[in-house]
């Protein structure tokens, strides 16, 4: 009698459903059993050491912020009188070099002046005295309690043009309030404000020329810094100005 292998070997199908429950619970368990040693850790993190009292990591890491402009109002960190270093072009020669530079250019009559001299000193308001500018010189808008460092600057202003009066027959402003730029240590170096005016200078020979003027006080080295542009018209005076300023910076030896 044969017997039918294929009938022998047929299982039922709750053999099967039991077979797959197994394997079902062991993956199970080996998914519980791995979970176990991947857990995150229950230990509280490490602290980073407290820093000493008085200790700021943060400021002392910190680079310096370099200075890229001094205001009218902001001390220059000069203690003796500065000096000028100023190249205009080609088209100026330089034709005295005393107490200032002079240049004089060939092509538009215009005479460059970089100067240095003592400070104007300004009468303290504790005192109780106040020196009025000449009636003939346009003063500044009234600010609300100026700064000492603008204060000087307006003074020595004040006497540029004083001086200019001077030795001229007349001589009238005809714009004040302006703003003129140099730089400090190099061309690139940080920026200066300047204040300048505008003159209309009548001289005795009956010839007329205009002038702009940019000064700047230094208290700390008791001096004050000009820059003159003397040309035939006001325009030729503005653009020499700008010409003068971009090519000369301060020094402090």
């Given at each position: 009698m044969t017997t039918d292998s294929g009938a022998a070997t047929r299982r039922p199908p709750w053999v099967w459903l039991l077979m797959a429950a197994c394997v079902l619970v062991?993956?199970?368990?080996?998914?519980?059993?791995?979970?176990?040693?991947?857990?995150?850790s229950s230990r509280p993190p490490a602290t980073q050491p407290t820093p000493s009292a008085g200790a700021s990591p943060a400021a002392s890491s910190a680079p310096a912020v370099p200075v890229t402009a001094y205001g009218l109002?902001?001390?220059?960190?000069?203690?003796?009188?500065?000096?000028?270093?100023?190249?205009?072009?080609?088209?100026?020669?330089?034709?005295?070099?005393?107490?200032?530079?002079?240049?004089a250019s060939a092509s538009d009559s215009c005479l460059l002046t970089f100067g240095v001299g003592p400070l104007r000193p300004v009468p303290s308001a504790s005192a109780g005295r106040t020196t009025p500018a000449p009636s003939s010189v346009p003063t500044a808008p009234a600010l609300s309690g100026p700064d000492s460092e603008t204060a000087a600057t307006r003074a020595a202003l004040a006497?540029?043009?004083?001086?200019?009066?001077?030795?001229?027959?007349?001589?009238?402003?005809?714009?004040?309030d302006l703003t003129v730029v140099t730089t400090l240590d190099s061309l690139s170096g940080p920026l200066v404000d300047m204040a300048g005016a505008d003159l209309r200078v009548a001289h005795a020979d009956g010839t007329v020329t205009y002038v702009r003027l940019a000064v700047r006080a230094v208290p700390s080295a008791t001096s004050a810094v000009s820059i003159s542009a003397e040309c035939p018209s006001a325009e030729a005076a503005a653009t020499a100005m700008n010409h003068a300023s971009v090519r000369a910076y301060l020094t402090g030896n």
């Open positions: 062991g993956v199970g368990v080996i998914v519980a059993v791995a979970g176990l040693f991947m857990a995150p109002s902001d001390a220059l960190p000069l203690m003796v009188p500065p000096v000028w270093h100023a190249e205009p072009g080609a088209d100026y020669m330089l034709t005295a070099a005393a107490d200032s530079l002079t240049y006497g540029a043009v004083e001086s200019r009066r001077s030795s001229a027959a007349r001589v009238s402003v005809t714009a004040q």
